[in-house]
């Protein structure tokens, strides 16, 4: 479903080193994987998503998604099968408008405007209905402001968004990494739910240890802008929390890393 081929990004920075963000990164996933994404500050994982997603053209590789070379096709064309979730839970959403519109507005995005009818009730059960999934109670609350929600609330409401037009492809950036843990752990429930029913292919980057080797069926570890693990089937089942933790420990090594990446390792360990 998702074939990236030896892609390479370097983000030219004024005044300072270029950075190759990805560097000649190779990997393919296939239809219903949930891959998890695990890696030091930096080391690209946003990038991979935005090259999937297509936000820029990378500068060399090839990017295969559903089987079309989309290597050179803008963020745009790409939409129609791609949801996405940030870690920002008031990026996915318009605080001004009610539930039912951001739904409305998700759901109707990127269609001709000959489909887009008005605001019918029929819509407003079917919202209600799939709201109700989400077992916060929104289903009741289909006019309340967007605004007015919790960031939990407005998390679950986005990734609904992200899944209305079924898309094949789902992409989450650290996306419970801003709420609380009692919170998060409802998204993720709510994320494996999503997935499942609807078999997408997902892509999770994640900054906790066990969410990466607990959720989905492979974790892929990143350093540097290159993959320098990936993890599947028995290999993966045998990982432990530790085992993860002393892989990236061994990289200290090597250099010394900053604070930022030595409270991930002890975010994830702990
Ligand atoms: N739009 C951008 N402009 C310049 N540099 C960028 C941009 N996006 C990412 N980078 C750089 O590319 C590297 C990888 O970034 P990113 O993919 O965001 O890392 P991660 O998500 O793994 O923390 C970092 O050094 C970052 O500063
Ligand atoms: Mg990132």
Same mark, same amino acid.
């Given at each position: 479903?998702?074939?990236?081929?030896?892609i390479?990004?370097?983000?030219?920075?004024?005044?300072?080193?270029?950075?190759?963000?990805l560097?000649?990164v190779?990997?393919e996933?296939?239809?219903?994987?949930?891959?998890?994404?695990?890696?030091?500050?930096?080391s690209?994982?946003s990038?991979?998503?935005n090259?999937?997603?297509?936000?820029?053209?990378?500068?060399?590789?090839n990017?295969?998604?559903?089987?079309k070379?989309?290597?050179?096709d803008?963020?745009?064309k790409?939409?129609?099968?791609?949801?996405?979730?940030?870690?920002?839970?008031?990026?996915?959403?318009?605080?001004?408008?009610?539930?039912?519109e951001?739904?409305?507005?998700?759901?109707?995005?990127?269609?001709?405007?000959?489909?887009?009818?008005?605001?019918?009730?029929?819509?407003?059960?079917?919202?209600?209905?799939?709201?109700?999934?989400l077992? %916060?109670g /929104?289903? !009741?609350r289909?006019? #309340?402001?967007?605004?007015?929600?919790?960031?939990? *609330?407005?998390q679950? =409401? $986005?990734?609904l968004?992200?899944?209305?037009?079924?898309?094949? %492809?789902? /992409?989450? !950036?650290?996306?419970? #990494?801003?709420?609380?843990?009692?919170?998060?752990e *409802?998204?993720?429930? =709510? $994320?494996?739910?999503?997935?499942?029913?609807s078999?997408?292919?997902?892509?999770?980057?994640?900054?906790?240890?066990?969410q990466?080797?607990?959720?989905?069926?492979?974790?892929?570890m990143?350093?540097?802008?290159?993959?320098i693990?990936?993890?599947?089937g028995?290999?993966?089942?045998r990982?432990?929390v530790?085992?993860?933790?002393?892989?990236f420990?061994?990289?200290?090594?090597?250099e010394?890393?900053?604070?930022?990446?030595?409270?991930?390792?002890?975010?994830?360990?702990?």
């Amino acid at each position: 479903m998702i074939n990236l081929d030896r892609i390479t990004k370097v983000f030219e920075h004024s005044g300072v080193d270029k950075v190759i963000a990805l560097n000649s990164v190779s990997i393919e996933i296939k239809e219903s994987e949930f891959v998890t994404i695990i890696g030091t500050n930096g080391s690209g994982k946003s990038t991979l998503l935005n090259a999937i997603a297509g936000k820029f053209i990378c500068d060399s590789g090839n990017v295969i998604l559903n089987s079309k070379n989309v290597t050179i096709d803008p963020e745009y064309k790409r939409a129609n099968f791609i949801g996405r979730v940030f870690q920002n839970p008031f990026t996915g959403t318009s605080p001004n408008l009610s539930i039912f519109e951001n739904l409305r507005i998700a759901e109707l995005r990127g269609k001709p405007r000959g489909l887009k009818q008005g605001l019918t009730s029929s819509n407003r059960k079917h919202y209600k209905k799939i709201l109700k999934k989400l077992e %916060i109670g /929104l289903e !009741d609350r289909l006019d #309340a402001t967007v605004g007015l929600l919790s960031g939990g *609330q407005r998390q679950a =409401l $986005t990734l609904l968004m992200a899944t209305i037009r079924e898309p094949k %492809i789902l /992409l989450l !950036d650290e996306h419970t #990494a801003a709420l609380d843990p009692k919170t998060a752990e *409802q998204i993720i429930k =709510l $994320t494996k739910k999503i997935v499942e029913e609807s078999h997408l292919t997902t892509v999770m980057v994640t900054h906790s240890m066990s969410q990466a080797l607990n959720l989905g069926n492979r974790t892929i570890m990143m350093h540097k802008g290159e993959i320098i693990g990936d993890l599947s089937g028995e290999k993966r089942e045998r990982t432990k929390v530790k085992d993860l933790f002393n892989k990236f420990s061994e990289l200290r090594k090597e250099e010394l890393l900053d604070d930022e990446l030595i409270s991930m390792l002890q975010e994830g360990y702990y």
